[in-house]
């Protein structure tokens, strides 16, 4: 299609590589793994793929503790492997999206090291260290985000390092020249390699402030929550790195970035798109929704107003961190939520992201023991909080033993229903999740519509009904999506009635709905797809 842009018009499908297919039987999916499902993501109709982190890592955060910024770990195949992966996955016209953790490294890169060995090392100003204050204080009151203090002693050279996120993971110490200078060129070489973009991660925690001011104290539930993040994120400097960075992802040709926005609600995200910095910036209230119209309804509005045709948006109802929408939105083993959100998330202005699994609602494995807790955010914060482990459990391909993702036990349970809830049951049952996302990306596609179509609301009842309207100059879509489980009518105007309209996708009916006195009677969990032009 002529003037399609991957990135703004196509499909993000977020692949979590340890959990989605294992070539070498080792229980860990890995880099080859994820080559030979290639034709599946295509067959799915995927544009882009991001790879949460490959480079070689101690695993502490499971990959999120980098310890070489210019490798792959071998547990994944090593870079002869990503080599493989990128042209394989270019041959399919799917664009492959790196993960950049930028604002710390794992404390076993060679940079920590040496930086910790003494205080006159070269690496030493490449991280945050502080001496004590008085009494041998902790030098500010900043936290860490997975809980204490965000200052660690080091016993070596008796001063404190700042983390925010565990211990394992030193920050970088953005105020170095040196530091920004080598990520810059660190990013070129996976561009040159010819990477087509970036999700980087908390990238508005990467500046602190230059006085180390503590944080204003405000109510919250953990010792982070209780203070106002006003010195330890969103620092002005920020912008100036944006800058540099996409004036070099700007000497390649369609090139992105999008940024993980750390704590920062939708204006803080919108505040870091534009022409000198980030083309997306993640919004995570979607993911905090409730199942209901209203909530869905308000966050589409905000988002569309703070971004006010400036930035383009994004939007996502899961990823590695969070319950999946599977779980969250259902009890049951049931399908049809999942198709009303899917329909809105590909039908939205915006680029939808799909994260590995979604596609066949998968739910989250059940976490019961803390002995059996890998997440180390679940062991920290257990039983409050029983970490992450539930949504990263293997990919189900299909009903042979461990869903057909390993021949060796996984890292991590396959969840039970693998036996029917799996890729290739529902590849079979033309009433499946599967085959209904298939449809969904594939109107997508061939309708401009969804892609650039400006996005107009008709109407919301709060425990009903959704619906909205997507209009070109040639073509306008009507989206209806009742979220109840019984009958809703949508009244429409004479006006958007006229024309030559036709049944585009439903889950519950195969032609076109009967209007009665300009109403369209919805069958209950209805999500319906009209197209005019
Ligand atoms: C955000 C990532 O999404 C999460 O998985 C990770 O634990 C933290 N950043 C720390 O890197």
Redesign the pocket.
Known sequence: MADFLWWRDGVIYQIYPRSFKDSNDDGIGDLPGITEKLDYLQDLGVDAIWLSPVYPSPDF?FG??IADYYDIDQKFGGMAAFDKLLVEAHNRNIHVIMDL?L??TSDQHPWFQQSRSSIDNLFRDWYIWKKSLKDGKKPNNWQSRFGDSGWELDKNTEEYYFHM?FKE?PDLNWRNPKVVQEILDMIKFWLDKGVDGFRL??FNAYFKDADFKNNPYKMGLTKFDQQKHINDIDQPEMFDFLKKFRSLLDSYPNRYAVG?TFMGDHQTAANYMGDKALHGAFDFSFQSNRYNPASFFKTIQRWEHVLDQKGWPNYFIN???VIRSASRYTKSEDDDRLKILATLMMTLRGTPFLYYGEEIGMRDIPITKKSEVLDP?GRHFWPFYKG?DGCRSPMQWSEDQFAGFSKQKPWLPVHDNYSWRNVESQNSNPESLLKFYKNLLRIRKMNQVFQKGMYLPITYEPHKLLAFIRQTADQTALIALNFSKRHVGLVLSSQLLSGDWKLLISNKRDSFPTVRDRKIMLEGNEALVLLNG
Request: charged share 40%; hydrophobic share 25%.
């Open positions: 955060d999120y503790d953790v604002n710390h996120f993971q991660d908390v993980e990823n590695h961190d955010v992450r």
